[in-house]
């Protein structure tokens, strides 16, 4: 098992470019979530999907859209890159029901560059 | 809202013992995580407590008391490839994880 991976590992965008991270998990799992990890900070949540079909807002949704394109698929797309958006992106996945949230699975983070 | 605050560095030498302090401040409060992340790499799930007391896990354990708003991870047996970032993580809104601002952990030979 693959567990979470996400795609590209690295980008370089120029301000105003656009740009979809890819992120998807063999492990079944019907939650699913976008954190962006900042220098020296901790993780940060964009948005998250319970299931497939629904997504949230999280802490730090301005800038971002996201798809749950099915139960394994789940992508962040910036639509008009700012610098502010350098940053570290991971996708995670967690079980639903209960407190199955607070064990997480990640994946290797695409690391964002935005001049 | 969740907000939870733990130590920026902490730095012991090989085969001590170190403790990381997570305090929170919250509004119904149903358990805390840890995370480790090494330099470069992703977040890793170490340990739940969703009850009072301490869990254990190999080298690892994580104290809860729901009461003082406190938990702890501590750490024995130091190795170096313990050196990292530990994360403690409590609920947000909505079954979301807000996550500490995280502890550097060094160890030192």
């Known amino acids: 098992n693959a567990g979470v991976t996400q795609t590209p590992k690295f980008q370089v965008l120029k301000t105003g470019q656009s740009m979809t991270l890819q992120c998807a998990q063999d492990m079944n799992h019907n939650s699913m979530y976008w954190y962006r990890q900042d220098p020296g900070m901790g993780l940060r949540l964009i948005y998250y999907?319970?299931?497939?079909?629904?997504?949230d807002k999280g802490e730090v949704p301005n800038g971002y859209n996201v798809s749950r394109l099915n139960k394994r698929e789940f992508s962040l797309r910036l639509e008009s890159a700012a610098p502010s958006q350098t940053s570290v992106y991971f996708c995670a996945s967690s079980e639903s029901g209960g407190n199955s949230y607070y064990e997480q699975y990640f994946g290797p983070g695409t690391r964002l560059t935005v001049t | 809202g969740q907000s939870l605050e733990q130590p920026s560095e902490v730095t012991a030498v090989e085969g001590a013992i170190v403790q990381i302090n997570c305090t929170y401040q919250?509004?119904?409060?149903?358990?805390l995580s840890w995370y480790q992340q090494h330099d470069g790499g992703a977040p890793t799930f170490l340990s739940y407590n969703a009850l009072d007391g301490l869990e254990e896990t190999g080298r690892f354990s994580s104290f809860l008391s729901r009461s003082d708003s406190y938990g702890y991870l501590l750490l024995q047996e130091l190795q170096m490839k313990d050196s990292a970032s530990y994360f403690c993580a409590g609920p947000g809104s909505a079954r979301q994880l807000t996550f500490g601002s995280g502890t550097q952990l060094t160890v030192l030979p």
């Open positions: 919250t509004s119904g409060f149903y358990g």
């Open positions: 999907s319970a299931s497939e079909g629904t997504t």
